[in-house]
Nanobody, 123 residues
């Protein structure tokens, strides 16, 4: 069983920065997707950033490209999301996820999810 636990969410003013962390535990072999998703009240869960383990290219939603950076530290079993130049529209519950069954790593159809960490950006 794969387990993920996010942390690092906080309230920050527009223009600020925040780094989210996710501890990924469990046995996973081969190449698989790791991603960050977010969901605001009344809206669907959307992919923010993702990567394929093994040094594959990263993927970003257009809305965060150039501002957010996803990274994976395999030795520490950690997934990160560095968020810069935060905007009020970035406010959401952020989730890390592992192992997509298909359809693209930015699609919210992953097998495993963390509990979420809240990010609030004020004006």
């Amino acid at each position: 069983q794969v387990q993920l636990v996010e942390s690092g969410g906080a309230s920050v003013q527009a223009g600020g920065s925040l780094r989210l962390s996710c501890v990924v535990s469990g046995y996973i072999y081969g190449r698989y997707c790791l991603g960050w998703f977010r969901q605001a009240p009344g809206k669907e869960r959307d992919g923010v950033a993702a990567l394929v383990t093994g040094g594959g290219s990263t993927l970003y939603a257009d809305s965060v490209k150039g501002r957010f950076t996803i990274s994976h530290d395999n030795a520490k079993n950690m997934l990160y999301l560095q968020m810069n130049s935060l905007k009020p529209e970035d406010t959401a519950m952020y989730y890390c996820a592992a192992i997509s069954p298909g359809g693209g790593c930015l699609k919210p159809n992953y097998n495993y999810w963390g509990q979420g960490t809240q990010v609030t950006v004020s004006s």
